[in-house]
């Protein structure tokens, strides 16, 4: 049995619910993502080989005078290739450099080995009016990732969200359960006392008969009311990672959360804090790079490649180090498109209208997303008069309970009177749940939206380090 509080249960969501392990590992997804997007910014080295490569076959060759003959290939090759290359991410080009050597052994009875040397090579591949991937991924991968750790908070947020509403059904439940029981120990002592009334006289039998019916109703919630409280009580043990055989007993919190804030000061909030932002600002970027891409891949385009370094070849290894010649290759592609039957016209066309479908659908979204502040601003501002003219009905409605059932003790109050104070006192302990529930859901329905803490008065950010152990 564990008596758990509300802000115990909102601790354990944040550290050991599911939601919240899905949230983290979605923001890892997201940095891991930015890694790889830096990384290829960044040199790279690799190596490259082929130990070796044997080659015993008829192969064709074209000799001097131009006829063709076959002969035998009886071959063994090892290469070597030590490969440095960076991206330049603002021309869209590629640089390197090389190192590589090579060695073929003549296999046969007339065995012979040549070495090739290329110290080093240095080459240059540039794309001419081409789409630059890395340069418009310059522009998304850091707001993606700005999205990803304010989109963190946000769901960390709803899992706290999440927590109240399971929190607050299963106490709903727990209280319901109590009054029943409680309801069901009244009635029947009113109808021990009503019986006992009934012999003297002092008493109808209408009256009577209404008690009774009242006992045995009662007993009949009792059963609803109890699977209702178990269903919830399993809801809230598995969101919050508890065994099955764990009983929990939730605590009705002694008071609830308040902020003040207004419309113009909560979007400021959300214009600086919420993932939202981020979100359409990396949608139409995303849209205007398929745009980009698309009028690149229609119209001319050609590729520069150049390519020099020192080689040299010997029998032996030293030797293939040793009077180095140049080696100078240079080439420019072209491509130029003649006919396509407006292929590359409608890409475009079809890029530009998605573009503008996508700027309305922000639009519609933003104007949703600010009425929904709104909508917020106004619950957690109305809130506290809420609760505190439930809290106040339910006290009263108890006093006037607990003034009924004494008086029907002494025998100046009828069944209905007796009844109807019970009514109300249940529902008004009911709604003051409800309106507790609420203060608490609108707290942290603006806390979500604005990634603002209001008691500590500082924006909600995310501890990098922290996520990444």
């Known amino acids: 049995m564990v008596t758990l509080s509300l802000t115990e249960a909102l ?6 619910s599911l939601d919240a392990l899905v949230a983290k590992n979605e923001f890892k997804v997201a940095y891991w993502q930015l890694r790889s997007y830096k990384s290829e910014l960044l040199p790279s080295v690799a190596f490259e080989g082929t130990l070796p490569s044997i080659n015993r076959s008829v192969q064709s060759y074209q000799n001097t005078d131009g006829s063709f003959s076959y002969v035998r290939s009886n071959a063994s090759t090892v290469d070597l290739n030590l490969i440095l290359e960076q991206n330049i991410p603002i021309t869209g080009g590629k640089v390197s450099f090389q190192s590589q050597l090579e060695r073929i052994d003549q296999l046969g009875k007339s065995s012979s080995s040549q070495h090739m040397s290329r110290p080093i090579g240095f080459t240059y591949e540039q794309p001419l009016f081409s789409f630059n991937r890395l340069k418009w991924m310059g522009k998304i991968e850091p707001i993606r990732y700005e999205e990803a750790k304010r989109r963190y908070c946000a769901n960390m947020e ?45 008493i109808s039998d209408n009256d009577l008969l209404q008690l009774k019916l009242s006992k045995i109703n009662f007993e009949l919630n009792m059963a609803t009311v109890r699977q209702e409280q178990e269903k919830r009580m399993f809801a809230l043990r598995s969101f919050l990672g508890f065994n099955d055989k764990v009983f929990l007993i939730p605590e009705i919190p002694a008071q609830a959360p308040t902020a003040t804030t207004s419309f113009d000061e909560a979007m400021q909030l959300v214009r600086a804090n919420n993932p939202f932002m981020q979100e359409v600002q990396r949608r139409i970027l995303e849209t205007q790079m398929q745009v980009a891409d698309a009028k690149a891949s229609r119209g001319f385009r050609a590729n520069l490649f150049f390519s020099f370094g020192l080689t040299g070849s010997a029998e032996k290894l030293p030797n293939a180090y040793h009077d180095l010649k140049d080696l100078q290759v240079a080439k420019v592609g072209v491509r130029i498109p003649i006919l396509d039957w407006g292929k590359g016209r409608s890409k475009v066309e079809q890029a530009k209208s998605q573009l503008e479908v996508e700027k309305g659908k922000v639009e519609q979204e933003t104007q949703r997303f600010e009425e929904g502040v709104f909508i917020s601003v106004m619950q957690l501002l109305d809130q506290p008069k809420q609760l505190s003219l439930a809290q106040e009905a339910d006290s009263v409605a108890q006093q006037r309970y607990k003034t009924s059932f004494e008086t029907f003790l002494m025998g100046k109050v009828n069944v209905l009177d007796i009844n109807d104070a019970q009514s109300s006192r249940d529902e008004a302990k009911r709604n003051y749940i409800s309106q507790l529930y609420g203060s608490w859901l609108f707290f942290y329905n603006i806390r979500q939206i604005t990634l603002y803490d209001f008691v500590r008065k500082s924006n909600i950010v995310i501890d990098e380090k922290l996520m990444l152990l």
């Open 158 to 202: 709803m899992v706290q969200v999440k927590a109240i509403t399971l929190y607050f059904d299963f106490l709903l439940a727990k209280v319901n359960s109590d009054i029943a029981e409680q309801n069901l120990k009244n009635a029947s002592k009113l109808y021990e006392i009503a019986v006992a009334k009934k012999g003297i006289g002092v």
């Open 11 to 16: 601790k354990l969501a944040r550290e050991q």
